[in-house]
Nanobody
Framework: QVQLVESGGGSVQSGGSLRLSCAASGLTLGTACMFWFRRAPGREREAVAG???????TYADFAEGRFTISKDNAQKTLYLQMNNLKPEDTAMYYC??????????????????????WGQGTQVTVSS
């Protein structure tokens, strides 16, 4: 049974930083594609970043240069380091996994959000 559990969310002021974690169980991270998505109040869920062992990490435009996705395969944990946070980053952040993700398929998952499993989310609130 695959489970994803996010943590690390909270309330910060504009310009602050947070590090989100996603603890995974029931899967091998080395062969999967993993993602962070977010949903802001009143908006649709959107991709934040994706990571796959043999491909470059990929970021949404708003995340480029401020957010860093990484993972520890041995610890089965996905991370999202978020720096210089802005009020518009306020959202529920979700990690997700696509178990079978050959080649550049992870890029399409960022568009389609067709992941196999999702976490329950962790709230990030940024005040001005």
């Amino acid at each position: 049974q695959v489970q994803l559990v996010e943590s690390g969310g909270g309330s910060v002021q504009s310009g602050g930083s947070l590090r989100l974690s996603c603890a995974a169980s029931g899967l091998t991270l080395g062969t999967a594609c993993m993602f962070w998505f977010r949903r802001a109040p009143g908006r649709e869920r959107e991709a934040v970043a994706g990571i796959k062992d043999d491909r470059p990490t990929t970021y949404a435009d708003f995340a480029e240069g401020r957010f860093t996705i990484s993972k520890d395969n041995a610890q089965k944990t996905l991370y999202l380091q978020m720096n210089n946070l802005k009020p518009e980053d306020t959202a529920m952040y979700y990690c997700a996994v696509k178990l079978w993700c050959p080649g550049d398929q992870y890029l399409s998952v960022l568009r389609t959000q067709e992941a196999n499993y999702w976490g329950q989310g962790t709230q990030v609130t940024v005040s001005s």
